[in-house]
């Protein structure tokens, strides 16, 4: 099947720095989907991608779906002690209508 | 309020026991997922259905069942089969035909084998 990369695998920050994490796909994708997961609970979607360079923000969230179809990037600015979680990347191919592929994830810490 | 609703939220299962994992969604989604989550893996599906009375197996279907009787109900069924069945296991919905991909996860159950 489609695999995803995400990257880092972890980080560890002080609040009030930027993070950046990414996904990178062996296959192009039609939609990139970020989801923050906190821990117990169900994945949530964070932002939403459907067209090649589109750069979109939710916030202090920005997401981008990169030009090859192949990669998207998340920018967190400025974190908090809420940001902590598990962040996912994950993508819709063109013939796997309503199927997501998801990346590894990435653990966010926040350090007060 | 909307949503999707799993339980039980935490299931303790012996070796050779089947256990059924509850999904119901009042979001009127023709969609519905099973996904599994194990530790650095991401999110795996298992099976998917896209209408009633019709599913569709995921990645990794073996050991597990399902069934689409109603269009909010979607339950999993762990089998004795499923040689590793300790996990996070997550139910999520869509609509289809907008093309928008984005699922609505439920909270989750976590399922031990003792």
């Known amino acids: 099947g489609q695999q995803l990369n995400q990257n880092p695998q972890s980080m560890f920050i002080q609040e009030g720095e930027d993070v950046s994490m990414n996904c990178t796909s062996s296959?192009?994708?039609?939609?990139w989907l970020w989801y923050k997961q906190d821990p117990g609970e169900g994945p949530v979607l964070l932002i939403a991608?459907?067209?090649?360079?589109e750069l979109t923000s939710n916030g202090r969230l920005t997401a981008q779906f990169g030009i090859t179809r192949k990669d998207s990037f998340l920018n967190i600015s400025a974190s908090i002690p809420s940001d902590v979680g598990i962040y996912f990347c994950?993508?819709?191919?063109?013939?796997?209508?309503?199927?997501?592929?998801f990346g590894q994830g990435t653990i966010l810490t926040v350090h007060p | 309020d909307g949503g999707i609703t799993q339980s039980p939220k935490y299931l303790f299962r012996k070796e050779g026991q089947n256990v059924t994992l509850s999904c119901e969604q009042n979001?009127?989604?023709?969609?519905m997922y099973w996904y599994r989550q194990d530790p650095g893996q991401g999110l795996r599906l298992i099976y998917y259905?896209?209408?009633?009375?019709?599913?569709q197996k995921g990645d990794i279907a073996e050991g597990y069942s399902v069934s689409r009787e109603k269009k909010e109900s979607f339950p999993l069924t762990v089998t004795s089969a499923q040689k590793n069945p300790t996990a996070f296991y997550l139910c999520?919905?869509?609509?289809?035909?907008?093309?928008?991909?984005?699922?609505?996860f439920g909270e989750g159950s976590r399922l031990t084998v003792l």
């Open positions: 999520a919905s869509s609509i289809l035909g907008t093309g928008t991909g984005e699922l609505f």
């Open positions: 296959s192009i994708f039609n939609t």
């Open positions: 991608l459907y067209k090649a360079g």
């Open positions: 994950a993508g819709q191919g063109g013939t796997s209508y309503g199927k997501l592929t």
């Open positions: 979001l009127n989604h023709d969609a």
């Open positions: 259905s896209q209408i009633v009375n019709d599913f």
